[in-house]
T-cell receptor
Framework: GQSLEQPSEVTAVEGAIVQINCTYQ??????LSWYQQHDGGAPTFLSY????GLEETGRFSSFLSRSDSYGYLLLQELQMKDSASYFC???????????FGKGTTLSVSS | NAGVTQTPKFQVLKTGQSMTLQCAQD?????MSWYRQDPGMGLRLIHY???????DQGEVPNGYNVSRSTTEDFPLRLLSAAPSQTSVYFC??????????FGPGTRLTVL
């Protein structure tokens, strides 16, 4: 089956850079996704990596190493509004649904 | 586009009652899923569908039924509610393989 491991909590200050790691085990790999969820809200899509390397979208970047079954989300120039939970996700074996990690709660302080 | 909609937003049930959580999407997506979210447990997949008439079990399917008679609708039925089903339920749909859209959630309490 599929399993994902990510840290439960990360803290940082405004303006800093933070990296949230994710390691996964999956019997069929289609890509690694990242989602953001603010308290009381629904998860929203951030990024997707199907190939090795770094994908950059504004202040957020996501990295994948398929040989290491590892990826990370990099958040730069942190702002208070980045305080949220971040989830990594992989597809199930058939590629028909997403399986999520337990999430990392990021707290940004001033 | 309204995206993914869910009703109701809040619901309180007594143990043993049944109910249906509604989910609809207007993006013509083939893939739809139901998740439950509990503190510290992340999002756990309950059931999913790859198109009208096709459903399958996820990680935690017990106590739930689904059907997919149309592309737009994907209701989740609780057959006999239990306190362990107290949770926040999210419906999601996916067109492209790499972006999933979530509904606003249903907060369910079972007494």
């Amino acid at each position: 089956g599929q399993s994902l491991e990510q840290p439960s909590e990360v803290t940082a200050v405004e303006g800093a850079i933070v990296q949230i790691n994710c390691t996964y085990q999956t019997s069929g790999f289609y890509g690694l996704s990242w989602y953001q969820q603010h308290d009381g809200g629904a998860p929203t899509f951030l990024s997707y990596n199907a190939l090795d390397g770094l994908e950059e979208t504004g202040r957020f970047s996501s990295f994948l190493s398929r040989s290491d079954s590892y990826g990370y989300l990099l958040l730069q120039e942190l702002q208070m509004k980045d305080s949220a939970s971040y989830f990594c996700a992989v597809h199930n074996q058939a590629g028909t649904a997403l399986i999520f990690g337990k999430g990392t709660t990021l707290s940004v302080s001033s | 586009n309204a995206g993914v909609t869910q009703t109701p937003k809040f619901q309180v049930l007594k143990t043993g009652q049944s109910m249906t959580l509604q989910c609809a999407q207007d993006m013509n997506h083939e893939y739809m899923s139901w998740y439950r979210q509990d503190p510290g447990m992340g999002l756990r997949l309950i059931h999913y569908s790859v198109g009208a008439g096709i459903t399958d079990q996820g990680e935690v399917p017990n106590g739930y039924n689904v059907s997919r008679s149309t592309t737009e609708d994907f209701p989740l039925r609780l057959l006999s509610a239990a306190p362990s089903q107290t949770s926040v339920y999210f419906c999601a749909s996916r067109g492209k393989p790499n972006e999933q859209f979530f509904g606003p959630g249903t907060r369910l309490t079972v007494l």
